[in-house]
């Protein structure tokens, strides 16, 4: 399946939270992410929708680009559901900050 986002989103593929610790303690998660808005995870860009327009109707272009991993709340955005993906719809103002290596 293709999915194309619109004007200023951003799809990304969410990354599965760590299920334990560096120590090797078993993490449990309490509350769905959607319900831990305080919280940032990791995904990585997809696919970008047709840059936005400012004010003025110039276009504004993206500051990530297709494969980049990037950290958002984990309340921001919206799930789509796929067979066997993570995926998450995000307006690109909500990317908090690109993961560079």
């Known amino acids: 399946m293709k999915i194309r986002p619109l004007q200023g989103e951003v799809l990304l593929y969410m990354e599965p939270p760590p299920t334990e610790s560096a120590g090797g303690i078993a993490l449990i998660q309490e509350a769905p992410e959607s319900e831990n ?7 990585q860009v997809r696919a970008l929708g047709v840059w936005p327009l400012d004010s003025h109707g110039r276009m504004i272009p993206y500051d990530v680009k297709p494969g980049d991993r990037v950290a958002i709340n984990s309340g921001a955005g919206r799930w789509l559901r796929a067979p066997g993906e993570r995926l998450k719809i995000v307006h690109s103002s909500r990317i908090l900050a690109i993961a560079e290596k």
Do not use: D, H, K, S
């Open 37 to 43: 808005p305080a919280e940032a995870v990791f995904g």
